[in-house]
């Protein structure tokens, strides 16, 4: 696949001297079936530089090619959440990890690995950074809903998200996605940190600009992603312009919107409804025909504490608008196992036959107001029909679904997974093997599931591993296969309580994550906890609800 974006850099490569009157070339591809090759693919094109922005990074495809670029001389720099929700897994922080070690063995000394996070000693200028784009070469941006997750990403054959993915070959787009993340990086605000080791050389070094592209082969013929043509593409951002931008768009529909997300929250700060909410209705009541397809919140339902559901009672707002004053709007929730998906994770909307939002934005407030967002509104019938087409055949498919109208059921309450505080202790014990034994994990209808099984009756052991570049990863020495998929990794967390557990993450061949976590006993030190088996589950550790997939056990022994 490498190389296979080279024609595009060229092309945008010419655009740096023209108007804004050409046509923009697009790329369009989704989850779960073709955001991975188009995210690979781009990256692995990459002559002189990316810049990348990122929730969520645990795809080892992705990382695999970031690491690749980087020991190729590309100039990488990359910002990612430092406290997602649930927190960072250990899969995450050992692809961190991974990163920072190619990033300082390569020889121009000029990468960066920038996490936001409170702990950098500031206050944080976003709640969260949920934007998922990169920059390439100063001449393609690629954006999407999806995180570079297995599910947000997934490998051909296994399920995966609902979302949308667009590579737009433009350098005047390109130097406003750079704006924002030179924006972001800038570790003067305090809430961010550069998790790359530096000496005053290594700094000096820094300010080399990145070589230019050269002159690339020439490409093979492109069938799997033909280009579509767009004649503008509006960048929108959380907090500054992504409201208002919205808000523009839905206001100018004159015949059809089509909305698909995983989040549409009603109420902002507890009023009657939120401005986004408010501006649907408007255009139904002017005549605009209205779709709207919803995740279902109760895949990530869990027992324990009651979690108010958003989608179901927006649905229901809209049913009661469209029956009581005649309004041409309707809801669906989801039917994810009749389209083949995890859940619906995407953030879109298409309007009037050329418009098409591809975003990171969910329609809630906090994602309007406090979180760093980052979306494209493109103008393209080109664009617009392969993404409606994809709407259409996720709104035959919902068709069925029991929640679009039947208001008991849209207001009822889901429950979540309890919150717990958890820490990750700075632990990554010395000398000592962990041996990991799966038990039998039943078979499901999905190809996923099914991927599970195959770590039935699985052994994993191997030595504790402290990563080079930080105390809070760990490896596992379990095999000579250095691809990210090949590696496991290892955290010891505490709860609020004070209980430690022992997360043990890997990858299946299908390139899921999955999980294995054993809660370990009294208040003893890790290393004390020798010869003893401890009851342990198997998690999918990519899935929306984290579900338990069976029984497994877990032993620490000091290496001999």
């Not at 986004?276 to 027992?303: I, K, P, Q």
């Not at 190809?447 to 052994?459: H, I, K, N």
């Not at 557990?501 to 009294?522: C, H, N, Q």
């Not at 029984?551 to 290496?559: C, G, H, I, Q, R």
Request: proline letters at 5%; glycine letters at 6%.
């Amino acid at each position: 696949m490498k190389n296979l974006f080279w024609f595009l850099s060229s092309i945008a490569a010419t655009t740096l001297f023209c108007s804004q009157s050409y046509a923009l070339d697009i790329r369009a591809a989704e989850s779960p079936t073709n955001d991975l090759s188009l995210t690979v693919s781009t990256l692995e094109s990459a002559q002189s530089s990316i810049y990348l922005n990122i929730y969520e990074l645990t795809s080892p495809d992705i990382t695999d090619a970031l690491i690749d670029r980087i020991q190729a001389g590309v100039h990488v720099e990359i910002i990612e959440e430092g406290q997602p929700v649930g927190g960072l897994s250990a899969a995450a922080r050992g692809i961190q990890s991974q990163l920072v070690s190619a990033m300082e063995a390569a020889p121009s000394k000029i990468d960066h690995l920038f996490e936001m996070t409170s702990k950098a000693g500031g206050k944080r200028r976003f709640k969260y950074d949920h934007a998922k784009y990169a920059v390439i070469d100063d001449a393609m941006v690629l954006i999407g809903s999806e995180n570079y997750s297995p599910t947000g990403n997934p490998e051909p054959g296994t399920l995966g998200n609902r979302g949308w993915e667009v590579l737009i070959a433009d350098s005047g787009l390109s130097q406003q996605f750079e704006s924002v993340f030179n924006n972001d990086k800038n570790t003067a605000s305090k809430d961010v940190e550069d998790l790359v080791k530096t000496t005053a050389t290594d700094l000096a070094s820094r300010k080399v600009t990145p070589p230019k592209p050269t002159t690339p082969p020439t490409a093979p013929a492109l069938t799997t992603f033909p280009v579509l043509s767009a004649t503008a593409a509006l960048q929108l951002t959380s907090p500054n312009t992504s409201l208002t931008g919205v808000l523009n768009a839905i206001n100018s529909a004159q015949k059809t919107i089509d909305i698909e997300q995983m989040t549409f929250d009603p109420n902002w700060k507890g009023a009657s409804s939120s401005p986004v909410l408010d501006a649907v209705l408007a255009a139904a009541r002017r005549g605009v025909t209205v779709r709207v397809l919803l995740n279902d919140e109760s895949v990530f339902a869990h027992s324990g504490e009651t979690s108010k559901p958003k989608n179901p009672v927006t649905l229901a707002q809209f049913a009661s608008a469209a029956q009581s004053d005649g309004l041409p709007i309707s809801g669906r929730i989801a039917n994810i196992k009749a389209m083949g998906v995890d859940y619906i994770h995407n953030k879109g909307m298409l309007i009037d036959g050329n418009q098409t939002l591809i975003s990171s934005i969910n329609w809630d407030e906090n994602s309007f107001q406090n979180n760093r967002e980052t979306a494209v509104l493109i103008t393209s019938s080109d664009v617009f029909n392969h993404y409606e087409a994809l709407f259409n055949q996720d709104w035959a498919n919902s068709e069925t679904s029991s929640s679009a109208l039947d208001t008991t059921e849209l207001t009822s309450s889901f429950v979540k997974k309890p919150k717990s505080r958890e820490s990750v202790t700075d632990n990554c014990p010395d000398s000592l093997d962990l041996t990991a034994e799966i038990g039998q994990i039943s078979s499901q209808d999905s190809s996923t599931d099914q991927d599970f099984t195959s770590l039935s009756g699985r052994t994993i052991s191997g030595t504790f591993q402290r990563s080079a570049d930080s105390s809070k990863s760990c490896t596992l020495s379990d095999t000579d296969d250095k691809t990210s998929k090949q590696h496991l990794f290892v955290q010891i967390k505490t709860n609020a309580a004070g209980t430690q557990w022992i997360w043990l993450e890997g990858y299946t061949p299908k390139g899921k994550l999955y999980s294995v976590r054993a809660r370990l006993p009294g208040n003893q030190k890790v290393s004390e906890l020798t010869g003893v088996d401890f009851p342990a589950a198997v998690f999918d550790g990519s899935g929306p609800g984290r579900e338990r997939l069976g029984p497994a056990t877990m032993e620490l022994s000091k290496v001999k």
